[in-house]
């Protein structure tokens, strides 16, 4: 009799994330980031005429995020957008963080705020605030935002401003 082994399939690698960072609108990537606000806020959210681009694109610096299997190329999932004020200007702004649905909930989201807050911080910019949809305010509060003023509605969906302070440096 023959003995056949069984060869069980190989273990399949988990999906790599990598969050790009580029500035302004004449990047090639920067179609994708349209494609993803339009898939999210537009078809998702409705609010498609709110989430075109808009003049601070040019002068902001944007988050792509894309995962990638080793069956498949990069395929582009989480976008968001930081804008640093002009020198005298305390705040900088994150704006547009979105995840594709089918992406939601695997770090996507935190990864490109973290690549968005680490840029701010570089920048030397003492404050970030954002407006956020409040469904994901407990998402910005993990990333060490906090709650300011009073909740408003934007297009029948809820929001809240929330900031947050540069880490100080550790004086070792
Ligand atoms: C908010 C959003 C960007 C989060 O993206 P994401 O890729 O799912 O985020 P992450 O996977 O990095 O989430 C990190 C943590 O944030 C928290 N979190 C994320 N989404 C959450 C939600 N909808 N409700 C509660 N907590 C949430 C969780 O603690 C999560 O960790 P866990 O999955 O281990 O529990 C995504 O839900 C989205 O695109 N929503 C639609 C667009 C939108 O509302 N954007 C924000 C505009 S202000």
Known sequence: MTAHRQSSP??????SLRVMLFAGTDHPLWP????????VFGE??????????????AHSIHA????????SSPQAVGTGRLTV???????????WVATLPEARRHGVGGAVMR?????ADAAGTPRVALAAQRHAESFYLELGFTPVGVPYTVRGIPHRWMTRQRPEPLDI
């Open 10 to 15: 190989p273990p399949s690698e988990p999906p």
């Open 32 to 39: 994708e980031v349209v494609r993803l606000r339009q898939r």
């Open 44 to 57: 998702e959210q409705g609010i498609s005429e709110e989430s075109r681009p808009d003049p601070d694109d």
């Open 64 to 71: 792509l995020a894309t995962i990638e299997t080793p069956d």
């Open 85 to 95: 004020r002009p020198a005298g200007q305390q705040e900088a702004l994150i704006a």
């Open 115 to 119: 690549a968005l807050l680490a840029e």
